[in-house]
């Protein structure tokens, strides 16, 4: 099955920084990835995703690239805010067996 | 908007004795999933039903039961607690079947002593 590995477990970052998250997948047939963001207390929630077909995708000050040959993929967060502080999963899934498979979560600290 | 309610928050139970999470979506989704959160493992697939009458076993089936009871809820169940157990579960839904999209509750907090 899908193994999918997240790096860094914490990450704490100055406010107004940028902070990058990235995580690899060992099946090659995974053609769907997404981010989800996990606030103290709360489910995760759906923050962006991205196809196979498309190399990076952006939302305001969130972004995601995949490099499909390496089997990794990075969320980019710009000019972070607290508000951002939570726990970031990546998960990976194909259409030949789609459960998602998740990472272990990144923890991310903005410092005011 | 509820979203995906999920029913109780907090529970205590003791190893042998069973209990049923309660999980409703309103959002009329097809497909609705339950994980299980442990510390360092991110999110676990325990079950999933990708539409109403069908259920499959996900990554991490054993010593649990799901009912997909019609569209709307999908219930998670364990017949005999046991320490193993002790864990953060979340009920999630998607609109298709891929587990694409996923609306998650928020959680409940099973302790097993």
Known sequence: ?112 | NAGVTQTPKFQVLKTGQSMTLQCAQDMNHNSMYWYRQDPGMGLRLIYYSASEGTTDKGEVPNGYNVSRLNKREFSLRLESAAPSQTSVYFCASSAGGWSEKLFFGSGTQLSVL
């Open chain 1, 1 to 112: 099955g899908e193994n999918v590995e997240q790096h860094p477990s914490t990450l704490s970052v100055q406010e107004g920084d940028s902070a990058v998250i990235k995580c690899t997948y060992s099946d090659s047939a995974s053609n769907y990835f997404p981010w989800y963001k996990q606030e103290l207390g709360k489910g995760p929630q759906l923050i962006i995703d991205i196809r196979s077909n498309v190399g990076e995708k952006k939302d305001q000050r969130i972004a995601v690239t995949l490099n499909k040959t390496a089997k990794h993929f990075s969320l980019h967060i710009t000019e972070t805010q607290p508000e951002d502080s939570a726990v970031y999963f990546c998960a990976a899934s194909s259409s030949n067996d789609y459960k998602l498979s998740f990472g272990a979560g990144t923890t991310v600290t903005v410092r005011a």
